[in-house]
């Protein structure tokens, strides 16, 4: 069965495109058949203004035909697409999602930040891990940060913060709300010493390719902030050029590290694992799971 994801974010948007099939054990395997990342950095419009300017709009609605274009080539046969933290946001997001099915017949739902956690959780990344461990699954994404706990293959704790690398280049997180997610991972994570991390988001993928770190191997928590230092130190442009980084890339990869690197400090984590898959994936499980019980 092929199916198809499509994910709406803060800095970018993905269509993931994969087929699935189910064995006589029961086992399902995803094969992904195409991913494609566009980034249309809804975030610095709404973060600012509180809505989505025409010109982004009509960005939009190009990448959506252009997707289109892609599920029909690879015949999809079903296709979820959500949005996250800028269109929880933006004061115009349901008149724009609106136009953009009447052009596209692309259907986007908005979700909400738990319900973001809850997809994520269905990446079931934990259930490959080690049973007598506890890990902390972090996502950082342009608008927010979803946090989710798993301690001996049980989910112990999911939860959405409005922390993200667009909102910190707008200057649009208070103290406040770094203190309360301080608080709040400190407090629910010390029952469940010790603790190691996962992480997802293309920032913490860059990170891990330029590290050279084999594949399934952890990042430990000091290389994450030698690359905080020494990538502080450096301007937009120069990243670019020393790390062949895009320009969506270059300037959230430090805010980024700063999130990672906090939650990690509080969490008393010292290495994080990156398996490199995200919402998209998330999406297609669940649609799958439902329609092999329909």
């Known amino acids: 069965m092929i199916l198809a994801a499509i ?38 419009d709404v973060f600012d203004k509180g809505f989505i300017s025409d010109e982004k709009k009509a960005l939009l609605i190009e990448t959506l035909k252009a997707y289109r274009i892609l599920m029909d080539i690879y015949k999809v046969e079903h296709l979820r697409a959500c949005a996250t933290s800028a269109m929880r946001d933006a004061t115009n997001s349901k008149e724009i999602l609106a136009e953009a099915e009447a052009v596209t017949g692309i259907k986007v739902e908005i979700i909400s930040g738990q319900e973001e956690a809850n997809i994520l959780y269905e990446t079931h990344i934990a ?29 112990i704790f999911k939860e959405s913060f409005n922390i993200g690398t667009i909102r910190m280049l707008h200057d649009k997180v208070t103290d406040e709300q770094w203190e309360h997610m301080k608080w709040f991972i400190k407090t629910h994570v010390k029952d469940y010493q010790p603790i190691e991390a996962i992480g997802t988001g293309g920032n913490i993928n860059k990170i891990f390719s330029i590290s050279k770190r084999k594949e399934g191997k952890p990042l430990p928590v000091e290389l994450l902030k030698d690359y905080y230092k020494e990538l502080s130190y450096t301007t937009v442009e120069e990243r670019k050029h020393l790390y062949h980084f895009r320009d969506d890339r270059a300037d959230v990869i430090v805010p980024a590290l700063q999130i990672y690197i906090s939650i990690m400090r509080w969490a008393d984590a010292d290495e994080i694992y990156v398996p490199k898959i995200g919402l998209a994936d998330g999406l297609i499980k669940i649609m799958y799971k439902d329609l092999a019980k329909a």
């Open 127 to 155: 259930e490959y891990l080690s049973l007598n461990k506890s890990y902390l699954y972090v996502d950082v994404g342009g608008g927010s940060t979803e946090i989710t706990l798993y301690s001996q293959n049980q989910l």
């Open 7 to 44: 994910d709406i974010g803060s800095n970018a948007a993905r269509l993931l495109i994969s087929e699935a099939s189910t064995y006589k054990d029961g086992t399902v395997d995803y094969t992904k058949l195409t991913l494609l990342r566009i980034p249309l950095r809804l975030g610095f």
